[in-house]
């Protein structure tokens, strides 16, 4: 029986965090459900733990690659493994919500070609800290990409660069839409390979719908775009997305703008100044002249704040973010704990 969701996981040393991850998709999968993890060549013990996980479950599908290929090509090759109409596309350390699977199942019928839903951010230990924003709506939302009005409306509304694809576990992809695509070669190594993907696709059509629920957590401060510091981090979301804007709409665009506007809203002053002690303390690691770059990219749309916020990273003393700083995440655990109180 042919499958109607396939689950896809492409993975990556992430063996300590993928039981959980597999655990709360099975406990409530159906025969016509089925997991395809695709292994990058890890090497922790990923493949003995998908062995244990294919001999009791038949629909789960372990598919391993000699070397690493990168999160681009190896997301692109886990979903050419798929067999049903639809993929969710899922990351190795996240956890999905209990009725998650149906409501995707059933948001399904309506025949769009990407949904993106909702998530909270966790802690490293799957403690809560807060919802993740997609667009500025608590409602259901739809657009196709090929209409001007309907695709500026959507950009206007985003929060974040998720409502541009740039989140893995939040993203629902019609499999015969996906196929139209080919993992393209100038940002093949991006991270964001996919994302170029979909609007390169948007551009004769692209049915897009946000469903404004909860369906999954996700672990944090398990980034694995961060392990060459910080600073590459920020160059990652940064650089990456504004050649994505450049690339698919020119950078005078209202798309490029509003892409440029969330990145913004991903990048705040607080975030440039907390780098910037980074680069102070670990200069090996953190490059400085990166940063600097970053931010006026970040910070190129002429606009007074946008100046006053590259000034600041500039001149703002050490010593008076470093107390800020402390007494913000002070506040912050207090809070926690009159919550869990």
């Given at each position: 029986m042919k499958p109607i969701l396939s689950i896809c996981i492409p993975v990556y040393n992430c063996a300590e965090y993928l039981e959980q991850a597999l655990d709360s998709i099975l406990i409530q999968s159906t025969n016509n459900i089925e997991v395809i993890v695709y292994d990058g060549g890890s090497t922790d013990h990923?493949?003995?733990?998908?062995?244990?996980?294919?001999?009791?479950?038949?629909?789960?599908?372990?598919?391993?690659?000699?070397?690493?290929?990168?999160?681009?090509?190896?997301?692109?090759?886990?979903?050419?493994?798929?067999?049903?109409d639809y993929c969710w596309l899922f990351s190795g350390d996240d956890v999905?919500?209990?009725?998650?699977?149906a409501r995707v199942i059933s948001e399904t019928q309506s025949n769009h070609d990407v949904y993106i839903c909702k998530h909270t951010i966790c802690n490293i230990n799957m403690e809560l800290l807060h919802e993740h924003a997609v667009l500025n709506t608590e409602k259901s939302f739809e657009a196709d990409f090929s209409i001007t009005d309907?695709?500026?409306?959507?950009?206007?509304?985003?929060?974040?660069?998720?409502?541009?694809?740039?989140?893995?576990?939040?993203?629902?992809?019609k499999k015969c839409t996906w196929d139209l695509g080919t993992l393209m070669p100038k940002f093949d190594g991006s991270c964001?390979?996919?994302?170029?993907?979909?609007?390169?696709?948007?551009?004769?059509?692209?049915?897009?719908?946000?469903?404004?629920?909860i369906l999954l957590d996700q672990r944090g401060d398990n980034d694995s775009f961060a392990d060459r510091g910080v600073v590459n981090r920020y160059r990652i979301g940064i650089e990456g997305y504004h050649n994505l804007a450049n690339h698919c709409?020119?950078?005078?665009?209202?798309?490029?703008f509003h892409i440029r506007r969330v990145i913004r809203n991903e990048f705040?002053?607080?975030?440039?100044?907390?780098?910037?002690?980074?680069?102070?303390r670990n200069p090996m690691r953190e490059s400085r002249p990166l940063l600097d770059q970053l931010i006026k990219m970040a910070y190129s749309d002429k606009s007074l704040k946008n100046?006053?916020?590259?000034?600041?990273?500039?001149?703002?003393?050490?010593?008076?973010?470093?107390?800020a700083r402390y007494f913000y995440r002070c506040y912050k655990k207090l809070n926690l704990r009159v919550k869990h109180a």
């Open positions: 990923t493949k003995k733990l998908m062995e244990r996980y294919t001999d009791s479950w038949s629909f789960i599908k372990y598919y391993r690659a000699d070397k690493r290929g990168g999160i681009d090509a190896d997301m692109a090759c886990c979903v050419s493994k798929a067999n049903a999905m919500r209990q009725g998650s699977i309907q695709r500026l409306n959507w950009f206007a509304n985003a929060a974040t660069t998720e409502a541009f694809f740039s989140f893995m576990s939040g993203l629902i992809i964001w390979a996919h994302v170029a993907r979909l609007l390169d696709i948007s551009k004769n059509g692209l049915r897009v719908k946000y469903i404004p629920t709409y020119g950078y005078e665009s209202l798309e490029a705040k002053l607080q975030s440039f100044l907390s780098a910037k002690i980074q680069t102070i100046s006053l916020v590259v000034f600041l990273y500039k001149t703002f003393p050490y010593s008076i973010f470093l107390m």
